[in-house]
């Protein structure tokens, strides 16, 4: 899984191949976001303003490139990734997941999210027993806060939302039990003999997909580990959702 979410740089890299163009075309620049962070390039904020079809197309392209096989997490893989758990947890006996890679809350010093309380909508700044913090209200530079879990990765709280592969399921029920994506509607159109989420061959355009991590936008309660989020068409696109890859190795042939 990469390290962080796509920045704009990488996105600009890929979408301006119209050589490695597997379905759609892509802008190469998409972002809202477009000025520097606090002196901080602005192509090393992550893209966004992205939706589904076009990161599976980001991914397919920089798959096409390498001879790798590059696609969207499954909900599954990205929350493991991004618990950052090494250790199994007796669940029997009471364990639980926190339900923040740094343990029961979070602090605008160490994510981007909407920090402070918004009285009109009864939204807490706040989670737990963690302070207010700031709202930025803007994406920040991927690694801004150099921080990292315990697999390296970053930014896997707020920020910008991140696509997962998987339909949408309002439960686990039925969900693999090997970690990959959970695809189901238009399953021939869908998926290839590794489960993998086409674009343009899919029949149903209002189809939903699955983000995770939430972003600068919203309260940290958005951003927990465990938190599915849908409100989104996989057509649909914002200033807030961006796109996060993983590698599962060279390509094969089929």
Excluded at 142 to 168: I, P, Q, R, T
Excluded at 202 to 211: A, E, H, I, Q
Aim: glycine share 8%; aromatic share 14%.
């Amino acid at each position: 899984m990469g390290r962080y979410p796509i920045t704009q740089a990488q996105w600009k890299a890929i979408a301006s191949r119209s050589d490695l163009k597997v379905n759609q075309d892509l802008d190469p620049d998409p972002s809202y976001f477009k000025e520097p962070y606090q002196g901080i390039d602005r192509w090393q904020r992550p893209v966004e303003q992205v939706d589904w079809y076009e990161a599976v197309e980001f991914c397919d392209r920089l798959s096409k490139l390498t001879g790798k096989d590059y696609r969207l997490p499954s909900e599954a893989q990205w929350e493991y990734a991004c618990r950052g758990v090494t250790e199994p947890l007796n669940l029997e006996n009471g364990a639980s997941y926190p339900p923040f890679q740094f343990g029961e809350t979070i602090t605008t010093d160490l994510a981007n999210y909407h920090g402070t309380d918004d009285k009109d909508s009864r939204r807490s700044g706040s989670y737990g027993r963690g302070p207010q913090g700031e709202y930025r209200g803007q994406t920040t530079p991927v690694g801004y806060f150099k921080v990292v879990n315990s697999f390296g990765l970053s930014d896997m709280h707020g920020n910008v939302w991140e696509w997962c592969a998987d339909d949408w399921h309002n439960n686990y029920k039925g969900a693999p039990t090997d970690g990959s994506a959970w695809i189901d509607n238009n399953e021939l159109e869908n998926v290839n003999t590794e489960n993998q989420s086409y674009l343009d061959k899919n029949d149903d355009k209002s189809l939903y997909s699955v983000m995770r991590g939430g972003s600068w936008f919203d309260y940290p309660s958005y951003c927990r580990s465990a938190l599915r989020f849908i409100d989104f068409r996989r057509v649909d696109c914002d200033d807030f959702l961006g796109v996060r890859v993983v590698c599962a190795g060279m390509k094969s042939e089929v």
